[in-house]
């Protein structure tokens, strides 16, 4: 079975600014991958790369088995792209882009599948809106019916939960999990790590242009060094011993820098002799975010 | 082909979506020009034996406008979608680039040959103009909308600002149509001037178009003829490869 996305060598510069860096990547079929990284590195432009909007200096990416460049008609039928920018064309309604947009991919009598979406969008009640009337939520949701017109096995989503309230939010995220449940292969990006962790079963992560981390949700969330104690003792004084590996303190709680498991053996000691008694003590599990801090601090 | 359909489709939706601003506010120009040159000039000037001045005038306000129209059609359609951003939606999809070339210059000439036509239809009532060869008239209406409609998909892609797209139309389309002969025939120029319009393009449009009507014409239709077609390869030539390499587009 063709990966969903295959990338081998990808490179794409702008002036002197290497935005893709020799990138080799590869989505199975029925993935939900995170593309995660900082602003500027390249998240968008290996986006561009694989969507035709853009074309590399080198390498070769393939959506579904399809060249983009040499393939590009079937390629860019097997995907859909929802934009980070919030674009729209002023001279239509929601539901004649959606039919102009069926079109371009070659669909007509598309009728049922676009009310499908609309209902599932919650945007039945706008069909007949012109996009100007909309607003900004609205106007996201059309984005989304508009990369799913066509029923592309691959899905990808440029941040499309920014500056959407929680309830757009909630309802997308129910809506691309069943396309994910449903067999599509879903790539997203996005900002929020919360989000990429609760969704996402593989992770890549890049900086300046280049994959610096790639592996399992689980196994990136395992390989998390950064470590932390929340300890609460009594008398309330932390001893100056433990002082700097103090990050910070809330709510009767010190939360404590371990470098490794075994310094949580040193520091019980420290509290031992200086007369502590600890009352509570949390070992929270890394998040994505800790993990994210710590690559893009380290590679 | 659906895919270019489509497009097809949305161009002409689109114009027509804007119709006071992109049909009836040009037929309404030209009828003033149409007003104000035949009411000045139209006692003094004979420009072809035997042919009154405002029937003179009349085909060749038409082809201005047609010219004018085709052109305003795919540069500003295409140069809204790149600034507004909605372009990408036709950039995601397989339609390609032949198909895209084909629609946008399709759109525009529907949307000439209608200014053309109302501005015909509208001085019927009140001018004689014979139509003498209509399948001359046709072929120049068509050929100079491709022309104009592909010089717009260039202008469009090339601007980044409606600025630069304003230059364009200004210094350089609206000049040559001017100075091509809609208001004159050449032969009324000294011979300096008459040899700089024979390097004007629109010239062999205008003088090719009128020749349908009239029967008479400055120069051979057939040497119009052979002259608009190659400029419509070189034009329609540049286009495609400005497509096909994806210029301020794929970037």
């Known amino acids: 079975m063709n990966p969903a996305i295959a990338i081998r060598q990808a490179s794409k510069q702008f002036g002197s600014l ?25 998240k968008t432009t290996l986006i561009n790369l694989l969507s035709g909007l853009s074309r590399p200096d080198s390498g070769r990416l393939a959506i579904m088995g399809f060249d983009v460049s040499t393939e590009y008609r079937k390629a860019r039928r097997s995907v859909g792209v929802v934009p980070q920018e919030l674009v729209f064309d002023p001279f239509f309604t929601v539901r004649e882009v959606l039919e102009v ?57 440029d941040e499309p939960t920014a500056g959407v309230d929680v309830e757009l939010r ?33 992770i890549a992560m890049l900086k300046a242009g280049k994959i610096v981390a790639l592996d399992t949700t689980d196994n990136l969330l395992k390989s998390c060094k950064l470590r932390h104690v929340k300890l609460q003792i009594s008398p309330d004084r932390l001893p100056d011993a433990l002082l ?56 | 082909m659906k895919g270019f359909y489509s497009l097809l489709y949305k161009e002409v939706v689109r114009f027509w979506k804007v119709g006071f601003q992109t049909v009836l506010s040009p ?40 010219l004018q129209n085709a052109f305003a059609n795919s540069s500003s ?64 209406a068509l050929l100079g909308s491709f022309i104009l409609g592909a010089t717009g998909i260039v202008a469009g892609i090339w601007a980044e600002k409606f600025d630069q797209l ?27 001037w008459q040899e700089v319009s024979h390097l004007n393009p629109f010239f062999y449009l205008i003088d090719g178009f009128r020749y349908g009507f009239f029967g008479v014409s400055d120069i051979s239709p057939y040497f119009s003829l052979l002259v608009v077609s190659i400029c419509l390869a070189a034009v329609s030539l540049f286009t495609l490869g400005l497509l096909k390499s994806g210029y301020k587009l794929r970037n």
């Open chain 1, 101 to 157: 947009q069926s079109g371009y991919f070659g669909i007509s009598g598309n009728a049922a599948w676009i009310d499908e979406i609309l209902a599932r969008l919650d945007l039945s009640s706008k069909a007949d809106a012109n996009m100007r009337a909309l607003s900004g939520g609205m106007k996201r949701r059309v984005l989304v019916a508009q990369a799913l017109v066509h029923k592309p096995p691959v899905i990808i989503l």
């Open chain 2, 27 to 66: 037929l309404l120009s030209t009828m003033l020009y149409l007003l104000i040159f035949s009411h000045v000039l139209g006692n003094h000037v004979e420009a072809f034996p035997g042919v009154p001045y405002v029937s003179f005038l009349i085909p060749g306000l038409a082809m201005m406008a047609l």
């Open chain 2, 166 to 192: 304003a230059s364009f139309q200004n210094f350089i389309i609206v000049p040559l149509t001017f100075l091509s002969g809609v208001f004159y025939s050449i032969h009324s120029l000294p011979p300096f």
């Open chain 2, 77 to 140: 359609s295409l140069i809204q979608s790149k600034i507004t951003g909605n372009i990408i939606f036709l950039l995601l999809s397989p339609v390609s680039y032949p198909e895209i070339f084909l629609a946008y210059v399709l759109a525009s000439t529907i949307r000439g040959v209608l200014v053309g036509c109302g501005i015909f239809l509208i001085t019927l009532w009140a001018v004689d103009i014979p139509l003498r060869f209509p399948l001359w008239a046709l072929v120049f």
């Open chain 1, 244 to 299: 700097p590996s103090l990050i910070d303190r809330e709510s009767g709680y010190h939360l404590l820098k371990l470098d490794e498991f075994s310094d949580l053996e040193s520091m019980l000691e420290i509290l031992r002799e200086s007369g502590a008694r600890i009352t509570d003590m949390v070992l929270p599990h890394p998040d994505l975010e800790a993990v994210f801090v710590e690559i893009m601090r380290t590679r």
């Open chain 1, 170 to 202: 909630q309802a997308l995220w129910e809506f691309v999990k069943s396309l994910n449940a449903s067999g599509h292969t879903i790539v997203l990006t996005t900002h929020y790590l919360e989000e990429a962790e609760a969704l996402c079963n593989r």
């Open chain 1, 18 to 42: 290497k935005a893709v860096d020799c990138v080799d990547l590869e989505i199975a079929q029925g993935e939900f991958f995170a593309l995660l990284g900082p602003n500027g590195a390249g």
